[in-house]
């Protein structure tokens, strides 16, 4: 209870779910209840129009909404969640750059936080692939599909380009079919600008483990998006997986590589960490909840969303049994249970789930979609046309309706803008996967950055003043790449992988800082570069310390 | 010359000053001439507007042009500039993922690189402040303010609440002005969506060494600006510098310490490094040239916009007789620069550049601003009108100014935006700075990062078991928060600057990986937190090793 005597109700998570959960919470129950949203950012993120944001043709801000405006009535607080008390009802946050501790206590509690994803099961999928679910990630795809366009007309090395101008996506779902359309349509809208670029030299990959695209929808469905794909240069690839990821190739199941420097994975969902923690009962990595999308055994917690595993009959067997994690049923989630949870507050009884979804749709980019409604099929620009204006009909508020209203038109009269907003690569430490025989660098490279290796094995190729070749062997917990801390080094040797390898990366600025600041690396590396650069230690049977580069 | 015989220009910069100094020299010269650009980035930036992107009032990519296509018929190359040999005639660039060393040549060079910052000659500025000269500069301001915003409605602790309602801008020239209005418009039209922030808790600083504002502009102008912002509740401060900065604060010339958690600086011009290292004529941090635009001594280079310093009279004397480094004039130049490369070509003799400003403006947010054109002077919504005006004709491209017009009028009608586009905080080092009696951290924070002591000392106080207190003092080389190699842990301890200190900052995430990965740091560490934390040495003479938190 609130220090008013109200009902504290806490829903986590400001997705689709949440958002709405904490809308028809505050419509339906009025002053009963004091409602609080907890989320990790200040913006509700409109998900289906992520492609479109990193394709150019929505801007950023257009593909989000602030919550406070959103909710009125509704307290946002922008944290981070780290626990949940059950036995004690609060939720443990840390707020502001202190990173503060702080308690928020509840009556009932709305977990709506999403579905996790994990890409940690493919060797090197984690490290390299770029993911779909955030802001930061549409940006992100963005800016590195026009890297690749921007190195690939500038170098001289064939295979440097060909890796650049190959593109691939993993999955052949929603998120995939749509992303692989905007990223075509990114990159062959830009080639007019890139003078040394040839069409035929663009390779773009949409990679599925299933035998059909689109699985949500009718096979007829995914067979259109498939020969749409196939006329517009898409090669798509069924019933296979990735093996293993690379900067700069894939592996896949069937022991294909494929050179390739931008991989963008719409697979891997994985369990939630949270409902495991909290031994909240939980399947297929989401939150099992009883039909009234209360969690068993918790009558004071409720559950929606992708995070919510929610059965629509009362024996489930199968998979359409489940509410599907899509919008629209999140969406008829929340206003379920603001019902349910009203009724509980006066003693009611509650009322199971029950939903038929009307339709489902999906873009595929050049003003192509698929889609079917009410038992309908639609194909091509007159599903294209649907999907827009379905989607546009669910953007919350105004405003922002009325913007990307507008921006389409403008879109559709000006051409889209092929702007990098950013490319200063991150700073700190990555990890980096290397299969045998790839480079890591060559002679007369920057030193960019420091290697410590984790697992695997590098060769170490140089020349001595003399002119004589020298080669040395790198295993785990040995290192290289210690020239980077040198401002404005060139590599001296040549670094190879001569097994499958992984490797920790810390960029120069930051291994620059800490190997001078920091007491036992200044001591380890104090004399080091002096004693590995200018005096070699090739004879004396001592190692020169696993370096150069 | 290049391998078709045509002479090879080579335009070092894409800002106002390179960009039209392509476009010109490529409309002048047509045939006659291969003209390349690099820059580090693959877009132009419309500078005037990022006050404008920082306030949301027009959207990010509506600010930048993609220099391929404002630039048809030139090479744009995206890559960073590491070297210009003069001898030779080659310039030196990395470019791409590996950053390769590459050798570009030239016959003639085009220097316009623009100006660089130096804020290190204020005590802790580069490490606290904010800049606004990139495009990401304006983005990371909006995300900061805002976040200061979130975090000001949901903290108890009024100090905190204080310091992040207080905004700060350095520097009362063009950019400062603009800075400060538009931040204020944000701020101010965001507060309805905070219950919990009143007006009257804001507070919005101007600081400007000068005793006037806005110096490039008549007298009565400046004036006029200050007392509009006296009426929007913006603090002038003239006469006035700073003379510290830290997370928390800033500490001015007259010994004033305002509380504060933004801090933008728009000062700090520094000499370039590019002109000293090659031992080129430099004068207040520009490079110097003749009225031809050439540099003294070096036939082939040219310069022109902010980096170079350019006489507008034959004998010059004060700062009025040199070119203002605005985009108006770096036009003109790029215009001149082209007519005399041309006839450096046909062996006529150059022009000297001549070119009186027909007027300044400058806007002051909310709709405001003032102008001095052609003699006449006008301030309030005149000068804004007058001002968008201007800036929008001078915009490249017509796809951009259309999309701009209709943004600005969306905003009119719709209102503005108060969306974050992202609020991850960067992952790698940072230096932090502490004045004497700032805290650090205290007991029950999430332990975020680990901290290596540059100057200075600091005190740790934790209560052991039994609940004693204890206190440790750490100096330079010590170190603390080695309990962010516990992942998810909560600090033990309090630490506060008992001296005026610095401080590197690493990441929980990186320090943790590092510390896991790289011997030297597993065999410092190893076991270290069991000793530190589960046997506090109290007893035994034998200093925890400066840690707990």
């Given at each position: 209870m609130s220090a008013s005597g109200q009902t504290r109700i806490l829903v986590l998570g400001g997705g689709f779910a949440g958002m709405f959960a904490a809308r028809e919470l505050r419509r339906q129950l009025g002053a009963h209840a004091e409602i609080e949203l907890i989320n990790d950012v200040n913006y509700f993120v409109f998900q289906p129009l992520l492609p479109e944001v990193a394709a150019g043709s929505i801007s950023i801000r257009d593909a989000v909404s602030p919550l406070r405006r959103l909710l009125p009535g509704v307290r946002v607080r922008q944290a981070q969640i780290y626990d949940i008390d059950l036995a004690r009802k609060v939720v443990v946050i840390f707020q502001g750059v202190q990173r503060r501790y702080v308690e928020v206590g509840y009556d009932h509690l709305v977990l709506a936080l999403g579905q996790e994803i994990d890409l940690?099961?493919?060797?090197?999928l984690a490290a390299h692939a770029l993911t779909m679910k955030a802001l930061g990630d549409a940006m992100a795809l963005r800016n590195h599909v026009i890297d690749k366009l921007e190195h690939a007309d500038i170098t001289t090395l064939p295979e440097v380009k060909r890796e650049c101008l190959t593109f691939t996506v993993i999955g052949g779902g929603f998120s995939g079919v749509e992303t692989v359309g905007e990223m075509r349509d990114l990159i062959f809208g830009s080639l007019?600008?890139?003078?040394?670029?040839?069409?035929?030299e663009i390779r773009v990959l949409l990679i599925e483990f299933?035998?059909?695209?689109?699985?949500?929808?009718?096979a007829s469905l995914g067979a259109y998006a498939q020969s749409f794909f196939a006329k517009q240069g898409i090669e798509v690839l069924l019933k296979t997986g990735v093996s293993e990821a690379t900067g700069t190739a894939i592996v896949t199941t069937s022991g294909e590589v494929i050179g390739t420097r931008t991989v963008v994975a719409t697979i891997g969902n994985a369990p939630s960490k949270m409902a495991e923690k909290l031994g909240l009962p939980n399947e297929r990595g989401r939150i099992r909840t009883e039909r009234s999308l209360r969690v068993e055994g918790h009558p004071e917690i409720w559950a929606l969303g992708d995070a919510a595993l929610i059965p629509l009959v009362d024996t489930p067997s199968a998979r359409h049994d489940y509410a599907p994690p899509t919008a629209q049923f999140a969406v008829r989630e929340a206003r379920h249970l603001a019902r349910n949870l009203r009724a509980a507050l006066d003693a009611r009884a509650p009322e199971p789930f029950r939903y038929k979804s009307k339709g489902s749709l999906a873009s595929l980019g050049a003003g192509r979609g698929v889609a079917e409604v009410f038992g309908w099929r639609l194909t091509g620009f007159p599903a294209w046309v649907l999907w827009r204006t379905y989607y546009l009909s669910f953007v919350p508020g105004f405003a922002t309706k009325a913007r990307i209203a507008s921006q389409w038109m403008l879109d559709l009269v000006l051409g889209r803008s092929t702007v990098q907003t950013g490319n200063k690569p991150p700073e700190g430490t990555k990890y980096l996967r290397y299969r045998a025989?790839?480079?890591?660098f060559e002679e007369?490279?920057?030193?960019?950055g420091f290697y410590v290796v984790k697992s695997g094995r590098f060769e170490l190729t140089w020349r001595d003043a003399e002119g004589k070749a020298n080669r040395l062997e790198i295993g785990p917990d040995g290192h290289f790449g210690?020239?980077?801390?040198?401002?404005?080094g060139l590599r001296t040797g040549t670094v190879r992988a001569i097994e499958d390898s992984e490797v920790l990366f810390v960029t120069a600025r930051d291994f620059q800082r800490l190997a001078s600041t920091l007491p036992p690396l200044r001591d380890y590396f104090g004399g080091y570069l002096e004693q590995a650069f200018n005096l070699p230690a090739t004879a004396a049977g001592q190692p020169p310390r696993a370096d150069a580069g």
């Open positions: 940690s099961r493919i060797p090197g007019h600008f890139y003078p040394n670029i040839r069409k035929d299933a035998d059909r695209l689109l699985g949500e929808l009718p025989g790839d480079r890591v007369g490279n920057r030193a960019d210690e020239r980077a801390l040198l401002v404005e």
